[in-house]
Nanobody, 122 residues
């Protein structure tokens, strides 16, 4: 199983970015793709997740309404559309695959991408 993130970059506050998570080698019928982020000096936090078996989505409260998670029909790529970005969204963003009991439990995600940097300037 391999996950590769892309789409990070530098954007001004109020701007938008779309992150992509390309997946390969997943052999499970039921799994979740989650997006997490970690800022310097802070713990990694779950920000969104999507379940492949029912399409249910979940969001961190601080990003709900600004971020949208989606997947292509083949579940080869999962996206995180980020609108109205704020300086506090600056972090390294990771996607991960797993079968979590709760969507934001990072320890229930088994495979992680290498991360992509998102920097939001004020």
């Amino acid at each position: 199983v391999r996950l590769v993130e892309s789409g990070g970059g530098l954007v001004q506050a109020g701007g938008s970015l779309t992150l992509s998570c390309a997946t390969s080698g997943i052999n499970f019928d039921d799994y979740a793709i989650g997006w997490f982020r970690q800022a310097p000096g802070k713990e990694r936090e779950g920000i969104s997740s999507i379940m492949n078996y029912n399409g249910n989505t979940y969001y961190l409260r601080s990003v709900k309404g600004r971020f949208t998670i989606s997947s292509d029909s083949a579940w080869d790529t999962t996206y995180l559309r980020m609108n109205n970005l704020k300086p506090e969204d600056t972090s390294v963003y990771y996607c991960a695959e797993g079968r979590p009991e709760d969507w934001n439990l990072e320890y229930d995600y088994d495979i992680w991408g290498q991360g992509t940097q998102v920097t939001v300037s004020s």
